[in-house]
């Protein structure tokens, strides 16, 4: 069992930046990815980012590659997104996410945070 509690969104002007925590409790030794998602009003849940738990591998999507960067703290309980450079785009609920596999499909994620808001506003 694993819980997710994710943080940090807020609202901020374009341009500016954010960092985005998820704490996980529990046993989460078993999932190997984590991973970032994001859902605005009326469209679908998106992949942002995600990283390898043991080998520190990433992937991001296109729409923030290069402006954003996950990262884990050193006990791996921890993930990060820092969002620079933000877009009104940009503008969601983020949610953080573990799983045994590392993909981009949201389905392939057994735990999810209870989503953060982010907020960019031109």
């Known amino acids: 069992q694993v819980q997710l509690v994710d943080s940090g969104g807020d609202s901020v002007e374009a341009g500016g930046s954010l960092r985005l925590s998820c704490a996980a409790s529990g046993d989460p030794s078993r999932n190997l990815c984590m991973a970032w998602f994001r859902q605005g009003p009326g469209k679908e849940r998106e992949w942002v980012a995600r990283?390898?738990?043991?080998?520190?591998?990433?992937n991001y999507a296109d729409s923030v590659k290069g402006r954003f960067t996950i990262s884990l703290s050193q006990d791996k309980n921890t993930m990060f997104l820092q969002m620079n450079s933000l877009k009104p785009e940009d503008s969601s609920m983020y949610y953080c996410?573990?799983?045994?596999?590392?993909?981009?499909?949201?389905?392939?994620?057994?735990?999810w945070g209870q989503g953060t808001q982010v907020t960019i506003s031109a």
């Open positions: 996410a573990a799983g045994r596999g590392c993909y981009s499909d949201q389905r392939e994620y057994a735990y």
């Open positions: 990283i390898h738990r043991l080998t520190g591998k990433v």
